[in-house]
């Protein structure tokens, strides 16, 4: 069963920022959070990971919580293309690899 | 760098009829997974493995399904016989062993069975 639980769906109006909450309450000290998007007929797309600092990349930013317990992707300027899927993920350690164990994520609607 | 190639894209098949998908993963990658994605759904991983080795195939329904990893590298996911309930899109993803690493997926084959 997936560790984490995610809102259904959000807005956005574009050129906003847009924030995606995520909470992972049962949280290891060792496991990692993933972000992943799914567009349309796509396969998901990596966009940022983190253990317990904030992190930032091209594509977004990545708020974990202190306490690990829930976490935040930002978008800060959010585009018509970034309608998507959002899945928030705990990397499980287990048989010596990871595995990614999906929910059934946020969907982002950006609205023009 | 070329990603996670899968193929074929699309396949339409009747039930009873076995199907294979195949996988080519990024170079180098250790791990492989392969996932299944019903209508609305989050992807459901089937398969994982470390090099050759399938380390989880927990999720897996053995009675149909089956897969290999031949030399650790490319990989093939079959069904046999095919059933209504198999369509859905099959995901390939691989990973590197690193412990910071990402897995990458690709675009996976749609499967439909009529």
């Known amino acids: 069963d997936a560790k984490t639980t995610q809102p259904t769906s959000m807005d956005c109006a574009e050129g906003r920022a847009a924030n995606l909450p995520c909470n992972h309450s049962t949280i290891s000290g060792n496991e990692y959070v993933y972000w992943y998007r799914q567009i349309h007929s796509q396969g998901p797309q990596y966009i940022i990971h983190?253990?317990?600092n904030n992190e930032t990349n091209e594509m977004a930013s990545l708020i974990i919580t202190e306490d690990r317990k829930s976490s935040t992707l930002i978008l800060p300027h959010a585009t018509l293309r970034d309608t998507a899927v959002y899945y928030c993920?705990?990397?499980?350690?287990?048989?010596?690899?990871?595995?990614?164990?999906f929910g059934t994520g946020t969907r982002l609607k950006v609205l023009a | 760098e070329a990603g996670v190639v899968q193929s074929p894209r699309y396949k339409i098949i009747e039930k009873k009829q076995p199907v294979a998908f195949w996988c080519n993963p990024i170079?180098?990658?250790?791990?492989l997974y392969w996932y299944r994605q019903n209508l609305g759904q989050g992807p459901e991983l089937l398969i994982r493995?470390?090099?050759?080795?399938?380390?989880?195939d927990s999720q897996l329904p053995k009675d149909r399904f089956s897969a290999e990893r031949l030399k650790g590298v490319d990989s093939t996911l079959k069904i046999q016989p095919a059933e209504l309930g198999d369509s859905a899109v099959y995901l390939c993803?691989?990973?590197?062993?690193?412990?910071?690493?990402?897995?990458?997926f690709g675009q996976g084959t749609r499967l439909t069975v009529v």
């Open positions: 493995y470390e090099n050759e080795e399938a380390v989880d």
């Open positions: 170079s180098g990658h250790n791990t």
């Open positions: 993803a691989s990973s590197s062993s690193g412990v910071s690493a990402e897995a990458f």
């Open positions: 983190g253990l317990k």
């Open positions: 993920i705990v990397r499980v350690a287990t048989s010596g690899t990871y595995k990614y164990i």
